[in-house]
């Protein structure tokens, strides 16, 4: 496979890329792609902006009642977090996926 090929630092530029461009693009409606714009971003191990977007992802999940979905996003946001320093922002996006996770368990 082609992409297996790539060096590892090359494929983290190029997601890093592919994220930038989709903010760009999308502005204001970076919501429609928030899932895809986290996978980007935890390929490129931006994961302040993965979590950011995981979290919009899982949002939305709940909106559609897609509860498997937002237990996945919610779960992946959660364990990025825990790789990064504690802020103020943090500890309110913490909160924000662990109660989409127990509305989505309790649904």
Avoid: W
Avoid at 12 to 30: L, S
Avoid at 63 to 91: I, K, M, N
């Amino acid at each position: 496979m082609l992409y297996q090929r790539v060096a590892p630092t090359r494929r983290r530029q190029i997601h890093g890329r592919i994220g930038e461009r989709g903010e760009t693009i999308y502005g204001e409606r970076v919501g429609e792609i928030a899932a895809e714009l986290a996978v980007h971003f935890e390929q490129s191990q931006d994961f302040v902006r993965a979590v950011k977007y995981l979290l919009m992802a899982a949002e939305n999940s709940t909106r559609r009642s897609a509860d498997h979905e937002a237990v996945a996003l919610s779960t992946r946001g959660l364990d990025l977090l825990r790789l990064l320093p504690h802020t103020p922002e943090h500890d309110n996006e913490t909160r924000s996926l662990q109660s989409i996770l127990g509305l989505a368990h309790h649904a």
